[in-house]
């Protein structure tokens, strides 16, 4: 997906909220902003937002002094979510189709984005999911919800490469790897992470601290942005994305990165954003699941 | 009010918005935005909002060659506006208590804003405040609505500046003056506009459009601002600002500009954006009558 001009203004929202996070003084919150307009007009509408905001983030550094002002954020997201991880795994063993309340809580999980109100957040949208399983999600959240097309993918895939979005968000899609591994236990699934700390999102350190390397092999995908935009991943990464037969991609920023891509994506992403309901096209609030490159007309 | 940071991006989506309601292709788009981040490290934070909506717009004008965009979106909201009017004061007439009804009715004027969905707003606000009278804007959304201090200064007040926000509210704001002065036949009432087109505020041209000169006087505030910024208001309007007895402040962009002066002003508004929401303090939403200066803490 490529920029669209809503990306500008968002671009100055992410800048306040680092600010703050940050704790810088209202003096330096508007340094932050200025030095990103100094950025708007090198900015090319043909790059992918993901891309822009590995500009975006670095500007932010700079002014902060901070290298990771998401990390208190970060860790405090993973301890929530381990927190209700045994009683979602106990519930997905026990479900009548552990796979559709899997996807299900991976996407939920999708809702803990930029670190705004996780633990509300998180609560309410677990007590939602679990307590009434897959009729959870109100049939007019899930338009665009194609599990049967996954389940068909999933059957025929051998190498799964699960491309992982936000810190807590991990947990759940851990829920669902294991779930995946039960299920078909000859795919082999590797879970990959970013390069280096940008924003909330998933590094090494976050899948070593909910323990994801005792499930499956974490990978380092080598992209700085926030999202797995191929250009900006390590070679080494790259051959993966060209070798796996299925590649889950979740959430926002990982779809901004694939969706133009000709890999063979599933898309699992809760829609949090006006720009990208209008790219998919989805609603805002939506739960989706679909298969990346047949929604290009 | 001086300017928050998150006046900030709203300035780009204006932009955006402004760039396409003057059709501008995607590259000239973009070149507005472009042109506004050049403005950011210019921009104080003493300022108001108005102020710098100033410079934002000289900005558009420059790069859209349109001295008003707005010109049809405004000249179609006093049509529309003007279509329900006899309606409007025929119900005013008949209600039990005319000027609550019509304070109602002129804040419900002030959902009028950039030219956004006119129609749609236009109709459920009117069926929603007429069908059900007094009783239709529901308490939750009246937590700041001091009709009976209203109602004191009203009574002790002699000379009135009415200072009118945007076209299509002005036919509301009409209806509103109508029923002051019969209630109050012993006042004079000034309305007043702004100096020059700048978004979808009123001047003298929607004045007369609507007939408003045959109600009471109309005066030319001076101000390029979307907002009686009293700097940059003529100095015969800034004699009106320090003798009139009370001062009938409509929308967000005039409490933006009068709310930390000591005049006399009372504001009739709509709270639409979360930053004057946090500023009086408000709720989105709210339709609020308040004394500006008492909300000072």
Redesign the interface.
Known sequence: MRMY??C??????QG?FAARQAELS?EG??EV??A??????RIS?KASPPEIAVEVYRVIREKTGLVDPFAAVKRESNENALAVYPEMLRRVKGSVDPLSLAVQIAISGNIIDYGANIRIDLKEEICRILDEEASAIAGEEKRLFDLEAFRSALSAAREILYIGDNAGEIVFDRVLIETLLRLYPDVTIRYAVRGEPIINDVTLEDALAVGMDRVCEVVDSGSPAPGAVPALCSPAFRRLLETADLIISKGQGNYEALSGTDYPVFCLLRVKCPVIAADIPAHLGDVCLFRAEARKV
Chains 1, 2 share one sequence.
């Open positions: 001009l809503e500008i203004p968002c671009m100055f929202n306040i209202p919150q508007k902003l200025d990103l307009a100094c950025l708007v007009p509408m």
